[in-house]
């Protein structure tokens, strides 16, 4: 995995993260064939191999696996702001900006960080989205479009609303498990070149490499 923090020229995927020069990150990390879309805010976060995302994307204190997609204008964290002070506003903690001290309130930055969202392998994460503080969410999940998840979500479940619940899953128990176990998305590269059109047929996929 590489720290990222400046765009990449050209436009191309390949093993180096491609990363939109509008976009702004900080102290974050992603790995091989990894692109970052336009307008994104990326702050202290780990992305997966193969992971993507689109425009107008958040994503605070957080650890995304690979394979996982994740459309515009998708947040991921929504960063909480102390309510038992007297005001909610962030001067109490940002107080450089503000003029009000020479040191920042670390322990809220702190708390945000404690506070991280989990995502896993081969997650769909639909547009709009909205991922709260403290999630994880399950490998081969579907989140829909316009959801708000505020309780984690188990593998392979779709989830959709506000908040986001089940309507079902996208396999029976029996190959959720397998899938799991098989964990194709940690293949080295040459495997996954050899096996990449069985990637398109569940049945005969499972039958292969399910045991
Ligand atoms: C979640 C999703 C994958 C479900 O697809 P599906 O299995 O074909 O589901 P259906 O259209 O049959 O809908 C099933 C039920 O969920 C509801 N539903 C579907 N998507 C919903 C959503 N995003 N929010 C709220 N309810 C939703 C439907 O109204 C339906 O409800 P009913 O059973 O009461 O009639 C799809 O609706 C979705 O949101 N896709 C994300 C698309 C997207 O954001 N793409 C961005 C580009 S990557």
């Not at 992971?51 to 107008?56: S, V």
């Not at 040191?103 to 997650?123: A, P, Y």
């Not at 999940?141 to 996208?170: C, H």
Request: charged residues 25%; negative net charge.
């Amino acid at each position: 995995m590489q720290h990222i923090h400046r765009p990449k020229k050209d436009s191309k995927l390949s093993t180096e993260p491609l990363i939109h020069e509008s976009s702004h990150i900080i102290n974050s990390y992603a790995g091989e064939w990894t692109s970052i879309g336009p307008y994104n805010k990326i702050i202290e976060s780990k992305i997966g191999d193969y992971t993507y995302t689109m425009d107008d994307v958040t994503v605070n204190y957080s650890e995304i696996g690979k394979f996982t997609n994740i459309a515009s204008h998708v947040c991921i964290n929504p960063v909480q702001h102390p309510m038992d002070r007297v005001t909610q506003h962030h001067m109490t903690y940002r107080r450089i900006d503000y003029g009000f001290a020479e040191t920042d309130d670390e322990d809220v930055f702190n708390w945000r960080r404690s506070n991280r969202v989990m995502i896993g392998h081969d997650v769909w994460i639909g547009h709009g989205a909205i991922i709260m503080k403290g999630v994880t969410i399950g490998t081969g999940a579907v989140v829909g479009s316009g959801s708000v998840v505020a309780k984690d979500v188990e593998p392979y479940q779709i989830v959709v609303g506000v908040p986001a619940k089940p309507i079902r899953a996208r396999f029976p128990q029996n190959t959720v498990e397998k899938l799991l176990k098989i964990a194709w998305w940690d293949w080295p590269r040459k495997v996954l070149e050899e096996r990449f059109y069985e990637l398109n047929h569940i049945e005969s996929f499972i039958e292969k490499y399910g045991e």
